[in-house]
């Protein structure tokens, strides 16, 4: 019997199973790959199969130790974007069996990014892939001063096998940390904060804001918690993080920007520098001197003190915006532009704001006025916008109406609270109501616009409000203009605060930190969401930075002013998760009522509804893709409810992520096969097609300032002042005198280019990143019908967009719809979806 034994244990001691080792790091590989060489980064072999005890419990059998063997690719530079490839050689044991998950210790002195590791010719095995995708820092880093990675096999918590089960609870344990402490760029750790870190109470009053979340005052989503110390004026608000290292805020290594779309964005943002508007991106000056960061910080405080000042000038006509996209308008001479100049001397910085003081603005031009420059000035063009513009997702129908031809797009409730506040600022503007009629070829024809402002005598007084009718000449058809304007204004910013930003980036974290808590990496749920959460931690960290900070870009280029972020949390308290899925959000709003005859169970009551329409079509294949997928690793309702780590996800999204919403009646029980798909395709719509929709438009629309103003400064003239006079003899004049002045105006524009364009490395709809994410069959072959299902949508999209009998899908600027377009390339398109909010 012993000689049986030792057969068995020599059978295998001369094999030597190959490894090859994938990972990316340029700069690190090409100046020291002599030094991975040796013993300096070392796997084992995690058995799947084979258990052994241990001071900490039954686990998966170890391997021995192999290192780095030899370097198989060579980096052409360090700027490339290329991979480097070694080799292992792992002794085999028999022992090990199936192996399920390697452990990788780097003792070198700096991290790299490791991408795959792939066994073959494994006995009894053949193939095994390891999917694996994060940094590794050095050892001294980690408490166990190892990491974990699992084959890319996908198993619910009850199928574990034994051997993996404690490093699978291990893994969850480290991504949850303890709760304490500051976050350092090498920790991996999730956890939730309230949006305390938006003010700056140690530079003055006026940038003080509320803490948003935790109160029934301003509930919101929660955040990544980033564990910086508290402020020195306030120790409830966190301290904020110089203006130049915006982009080192921090969030789980994994999460941030790839080499390649961190290039895109210094790129935009050098761009951005270069027409001296963008007090962020300040990473670009990485290598100047302390002195010299401080002098550009201070310079950057006061800039949005000259950008809104009156020294600039004003847009004179129609004929002056244009220049914005012909080179030919040029920025005055700023003293904080030759203040920058003159101290910090940087060779590139006097190539980008040029020498004579005046850098050139020239700006793409955008699809609204492409083919026509004034057709945005109908009244088709201004109501189609309401169905296939940059915002189709607040019109509704005036369901008292039994004819179902009356429309509203209403924005006086959510705006009026804020109202008088709002106007004593730099806005003077209106909260508008329109009414608009469904006529019989489609479109929609506006009626009538109700503009309102506070009573003067107080708020207990009510409103004072003017109804406005269509009229085309003289100083009535400015004042229609006017007031149609001062619609757009309202949307233009409840779009960028509750639409775009509240509805979609805040309101996704939550389940981003929940998933990376609870949930496996190799949980079928992990895979099946982690594509829909790439970069939106890191462009939500940017956003508080700079974007939605006090006194930040939004703050400066949409109406609300300081009370932007009190706007969407007052909207919040209306936020529903059931309701964000489209077919329900449709019915809410009156715009379809259920039919089971319809193809998606819905029947739209404007049949020419293009973002309803194709969303219907994107939302259907995205569920029937969840569908099928569910049903894989969940055969019945009863394995729903014995899964504890999607119990645990899903407790934690309600109680703690949305943890002001946790006693909605609404939420899903989480217990039926039906609840997980409905949630997870909510998931997926709001942080794909959603987020497409009600972003990448915002150029091809808004880039044009006239269409899409973000404020405006004056109410409409009194009759018989002059100011009412120039509304007949001058009505271009009239009308930018009362929008976004010029300065602020390419500000905006210059973020919105930025926010619209689709970077060199974004994912699609319909694809991922990393072909073998799993070993399911089943799985990819439902993937790959996903992909087909989308292919045809494109085809019918196109179809649709050549009939001239469906008006609303081109209107008079002759702007196809394509926002839900699922493919794109990179750039400003004006179509393609993203898996994920990645800008």
């Known amino acids: ?74 980096v052409i530079s360090p700027s490339t974007n290329g991979d480097s490839t070694f080799e292992l050689d792992f002794d085999w044991e028999d ?73 699978r609870e291990e893994e969850l344990e480290e991504l949850r940390g303890n709760g304490t402490g500051k976050r350092e760029e090498w920790d991996r750790v999730y956890d939730y904060d309230l949006y305390n870190d938006l003010s700056e109470p140690d530079a003055g009053s006026e940038l003080i804001r509320p803490i948003f979340g935790g109160s029934q005052e301003y ?99 129609f004929e002056d915006v244009l220049k914005l996209y012909k080179g030919a308008l040029k ?51 201004f109501a189609r916008q309401m169905l296939a513009g940059i915002n189709p997702v607040v019109i509704r129908r005036l369901q008292a109406i039994k004819c179902n031809k009356l429309f509203i797009l209403d924005h006086h409730d959510p705006l009026m609270p804020f109202l008088r506040g709002i106007n004593e600022t730099s806005t003077n503007t209106y909260a508008t109501r329109t009414i608009l009629f469904l006529q019989n070829d489609g479109t929609l024809k506006p009626l009538a616009i109700e503009l309102s402002v506070p009573h003067p005598d107080g708020d207990h007084a009510g409103v004072i409000s003017t109804v406005h009718t269509p009229a085309f000449e003289g100083a009535k058809g400015t004042i229609w203009l006017l007031a149609k304007t001062y619609v757009n204004v309202n949307d233009s910013g409840y779009h960028q605060l509750v639409c775009h930003w509240l509805h979609t980036h805040a309101s996704i974290e939550p389940f981003i930190i929940a998933t990376n808590r609870q949930l496996s990496i190799i949980h079928p749920v992990h895979k099946l969401l982690h594509p829909h959460f790439r970069d939106t931690m890191n462009i939500n960290a940017l956003s508080r930075q700079t974007l939605i900070n006090a006194g930040g870009l939004l703050e400066k280029t949409v109406f609300p ?17 059931p309701e964000q899925a489209l077919p329900a959000d449709l019915i809410k709003r009156g715009l379809a009522v259920k039919d089971s005859r319809s193809p998606h169970g819905i029947r739209l009551l404007i049949e020419d509804y293009p973002f309803a329409i194709d969303g219907l079509e994107v939302w259907s294949a995205i569920e029937s893709w969840v569908k099928d997928y569910v049903c894989i690793y969940y055969k019945n309702d009863e394995e729903i409810q014995n899964d504890y780590e999607l119990r645990e996800w899903w407790l934690e999204v309600r109680t703690m992520g949305h943890g002001d919403k946790k006693d909605e009646p609404w939420w899903p029980k989480m217990q039926t096969r039906d ?45 018989g002042s002059d100011d ?32 619209s364009r689709h970077s060199a490395d974004e994912v699609f709809l319909g694809d991922r990143d ?26 019918k999209i196109v179809e649709m967009n050549q009939d001239v009998r469906l008006r609303n899908r081109n209107g008079p600027a002759k702007v196809p719809y394509t926002l839900l377009y699922p493919s794109s390339d990179i750039g400003l398109t004006g179509r393609g979806i993203p898996n994920s909010v990645s800008i």
């Open 331 to 381: 920025i005055p001479k700023s003293n904080l532009l030759e203040s920058v100049r003159e101290k910090i001397p940087l060779e590139f910085f006097r190539e980008l704001l040029r020498s004579d003081g005046e850098p050139l603005a020239k700006f793409p031009t955008p699809q609204v006025i492409e083919a026509d420059t004034s057709a945005w000035m109908t009244d088709e063009e």
């Open 770 to 795: 990393t072909p073998e994410w799993t070993t399911d069959d089943e799985a990819l072959e439902a993937f790959g019908n996903f992909g087909a299902n989308l292919r045809k949508i494109e085809g």
């Open 561 to 577: 002013d300081k009370y932007a972020l009190k706007l969407s949390c007052n909207m919040y308290k209306e936020w529903a998760f």
């Open 95 to 167: 022992e090990i069996g199936v192996p399920g998950a390697f452990l990788i210790i780097n003792r070198h002195h700096k991290e790299f990014y490791l991408k795959t590791l792939t066994l073959e010719q494994v006995p009894n095995c053949g193939r095994v892939h390891f999917v694996c995708n994060s940094w590794v820092y050095p050892e001294e880093h980690y408490s166990k001063r190892y990491r974990v990675f699992f084959s890319n096999q996908t198993l619910v918590p009850g199928k574990t096998p034994e051997a993996l089960r404690r490093y």
């Open 1 to 74: 019997m012993a000689d049986v034994d030792r057969r068995k244990r020599t059978k295998y001691e001369d094999i030597k199973v190959k490894g090859t080792l994938v990972l990316t790091d340029n700069h690190y590989i090409s100046s020291s790959k002599d030094d991975l060489l040796g013993r300096k980064v070392s796997l084992q072999l995690i058995s799947a199969v084979r258990c052994e005890s241990t001071a900490r419990g039954l686990r998966g059998k170890l391997g021995k130790e192999a290192n780095l063997k030899k370097w198989m690719s060579t």
């Open 219 to 317: 509930p919101y989503p929660r955040r990544c918690r980033t564990g910086r110390p508290p402020s020195k004026t306030d120790p409830n608000t966190e301290s904020r993080i110089p203006i130049l290292k915006s982009l080192t805020i921090y969030v789980p290594r994994d999460e941030r920007f790839s080499q390649l779309k961190t290039s895109d964005v210094y790129a935009y943002g050098i761009k951005l520098v270069s027409q001296g508007l963008l007090p962020g991106f300040g990473a670009v000056f990485d290598k100047v001197s302390d002195e010299i960061v401080g002098t550009f910080e201070h310079l950057l405080k006061h800039k949005f003190e000259a950008v809104s000042s009156n020294n600039f000038n004003e847009f004179s006509s």
């Open 724 to 755: 009412y006079d120039e509304l007949e003899t001058n009505p271009e004049k009239a009308f930018l005198k009362t929008v976004t002045p010029q300065l602020q105006s390419i500000l905006g524009i210059s973020l919105i280019e930025v926010l």
């Open 675 to 719: 609840e997980l798909i409905e949630s997870c395709t909510i998931i997926i719509w709001v942080a794909s097609a959603l987020h497409a929709a009600v972003n990448f438009g915002q150029y091809p629309y808004g880039g044009y300032l006239p269409n899409r103003p973000a404020m405006s400064r004056r109410l409409i003239p009194e009759p």
